[in-house]
């Protein structure tokens, strides 16, 4: 079992930037690709980006490519997520998730974690 708490979210202006954080409970954190998805109101879970086991690949949106970055700390059972040059339309409720036998691509249902959500909001 793996516990996923999501941190880092809040309201900013658009063109600035946050960083989002996942603390993973557990021993296996690094047997674990890990992504970010996100969840507008009225829309759908969209896939964000994704961080393989080793943190040595990533893959991204072409929503957020080139403004996002996925990073992960093994020793610290953490992902993150560094947004920069927000826009409005990144406005989401943000999720990771962790999966044991995931891709870095992988669709949402492939994933066997979940966290709770962050809130992020871009004002224009």
């Known amino acids: 079992q793996v516990q996923l708490v999501e941190s880092g979210g809040g309201l900013v202006q658009a063109g600035g930037s946050l960083r989002l954080s996942c603390v993973a409970s557990?021993?296996?954190?690094?047997?674990?690709?890990m992504a970010w998805f996100r969840q507008a109101p009225g829309k759908e879970r969209e896939f964000v980006g994704g961080?393989?086991?080793?943190?040595?690949?990533?893959y991204y949106a072409d929503s957020v490519k080139g403004r996002f970055t996925i990073s992960r700390d093994n020793a610290k059972n953490t992902v993150y997520l560094q947004m920069n040059s927000l826009k409005p339309e990144d406005t989401a409720v943000y999720y990771c998730?962790?999966?044991?036998?995931?891709?870095?691509?992988?669709?949402?249902?492939?994933?066997?974690?979940w966290g709770q959500g962050t809130q992020v909001t871009v004002s224009s």
């Open positions: 998730a962790a999966g044991h036998d995931s891709g870095i691509s992988s669709p949402g249902y492939e994933y066997d974690y």
């Open positions: 961080i393989s086991r080793s943190g040595g690949r990533t």
């Open positions: 557990g021993r296996t954190f690094s047997s674990y690709a």
